[in-house]
């Protein structure tokens, strides 16, 4: 099913070339979300393009442990049977890396009579759950955590949950999801509201299925007051059919490779670019690169309403720019921090990075090895004060030479090796096989391309 990588590989400095533009991978956020939503649902739904990956994979079995079988046809094409209720599973529910799979399934399972238990590998169970836990409780679910916080979860659901009115600390689409899953089974309106606003794959693949979910912007000069989004539960879901858009958060990595090494024009087919995730790319062009998107939704509708696009990047024809980004933009762009550290690396002048709290609770530390990253590259400082990152970049291709431990974290891993195809000596990196939770075909991604990254097993 999905390719294997090798724990330890070595990144090359590479000429990257454009005669084999690469098939991205399918969204991960949507596939999760694609899953629960058709297991969820009455009937056969059926989904185009699902990202085959380790983390999406455990939650295919986790919804089909729940009495929604999901299984792959011969086309390539997911079809998952729904009942409109699940059953007690009769095994822990095991979401293995994910945070988006153990959150939205906590917010699914509370509105269903049933008993549970979530867990997940070492890291995370090292994630944070309250975040979930206090609303979806306030909603009548009853929840317990190890230490009040971690997982293993143990829940007990409810056919009916009361409808609540949640006001999001942070931005976070997980946190958001889970209310709005669990939303479905409360009559009346439920409503949510986020201070910035964070992706809204939810909004927009929940009604595909039949949800009644409406959103307010908030009117301009008035962004405090946040986004709203109104559930009215009760409502039956039917099967759909989905369309997965390949995913922003791998196209960055490619992105970035071909910007620091590649040669021509290199067009990206298919690429989500949900307004809400596509920070990273606003951020490189602040820095001077050139990237085009060109509208390419094949199926409406269909999608989901997901803006798709081609998108087609040129190298940098200088060094970029070093730029200031600020914790507005998060959201945007939340796993792109360490792929735009690499940027920084070689960038002139100084990069600060803004806001970057949440980033220690993610699959690893990802401050920590923002930090790690840009010592790798040799960029003259990466100095941190509060929440941001400051790196003076090299102006020019990073020294590199280092071996970097990707700590557990398959971003942290593919950051590392695009670092080496930009640098003047290679990048090895430990923990590389952390890749296949969400980019099983990465090295053979990559090696089409004509980059050099090898095995040192
Ligand atoms: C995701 C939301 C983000 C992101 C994660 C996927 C989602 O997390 O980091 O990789 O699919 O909803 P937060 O919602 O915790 O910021």
Not at 58 to 63: R, W
Not at 388 to 397: D, L
Not at 399 to 414: E, K, L, P, S, T
Request: aromatic share 4%.
């Amino acid at each position: 099913m999905t390719a294997h990588t090798p724990s330890r590989l070595v990144a090359h400095p590479s000429r990257l070339k454009t005669d084999n533009p690469p098939q991205l991978p399918g969204d991960k956020s949507i596939s999760h979300r694609a899953l629960i939503c058709a297991g969820l649902a009455t009937g056969t739904s059926r989904i185009h393009g699902l990202l085959e990956a380790h983390d999406v994979i455990a939650t295919a079995g986790a919804v089909s442990a729940l009495g929604a079988p999901c299984r792959k046809l011969e086309n390539g094409t997911w079809q998952v049977n729904g009942h409109g209720a699940w059953q007690t599973p009769n095994q822990n529910l095991n979401l293995a890396n994910s945070g988006t799979g153990a959150r939205l399934l906590l917010g699914a399972l509370a509105g269903q009579k049933l008993s549970a238990t979530v867990c997940g590998d070492d890291s995370l169970s090292a994630r944070p759950m309250k975040r979930v836990i206090t609303p979806l409780a306030k909603m009548g679910a009853e929840l317990h955590a190890r230490q009040d916080e971690y997982l293993p979860v143990h829940i007990k659901g409810r056919r009916r949950l009361a409808p609540i009115d949640w006001r999001m600390r942070q931005a976070s689409a997980q946190v958001k999801s889970a209310i709005m899953l669990a939303a479905l089974a409360a009559p009346g309106e439920t409503r949510i509201t986020e201070p910035r606003p964070s992706r809204d794959h939810s909004e927009r693949i929940l009604p595909l299925f039949g949800a009644d979910i409406a959103v307010s912007e908030p009117a301009e000069g008035e962004e405090s007051a946040g986004r709203m989004i109104c559930v009215r539960g009760e409502c039956e879901l039917r099967g759909a059919e989905v369309w997965v858009p390949a995913d922003p958060s791998a196209a960055a990595f490619v992105v970035v490779a071909h910007l620091l090494a590649g040669e021509g024009d290199l067009t990206l087919r298919g690429v989500g670019v949900n307004p809400h995730r596509v920070g990273l790319f606003t951020c490189l062009r602040e820095m001077g690169a050139e990237i085009e998107f060109t509208p390419a939704n094949k199926n409406g509708a269909a999608s989901g309403g997901e803006p798709v696009a081609d998108i087609l990047v040129r190298p940098f024809a200088r060094a970029p720019e070093g730029v200031r980004v600020d914790a507005r933009r998060a959201p945007a762009m939340i796993d792109e921090y360490p792929v735009l550290a690499v940027v920084a690396a070689a960038a002139r002048g100084v990069t600060r990075l803004e806001g970057l709290a949440e980033l220690r609770h993610k699959e690893s530390d990802r401050f920590a090895a923002i930090l790690r990253l840009a010592g790798a590259a040799g960029a003259d400082a990466a100095r941190e004060d509060g929440d941001a990152i400051e790196v003076r970049g090299c102006g020019g291709p990073p020294a590199g030479g280092g071996c970097i431990d990707a700590g557990g974290d398959h971003r942290i891993a593919m950051s590392a090796l695009v670092l080496g195809l930009g640098c003047r000596r290679a990048v090895e990196v430990s923990g590389a096989e952390w890749i296949a939770t969400s980019f099983p075909d990465f090295v053979g991604t990559f090696s089409a391309l004509g980059a050099r990254i090898e095995a040192t097993d």
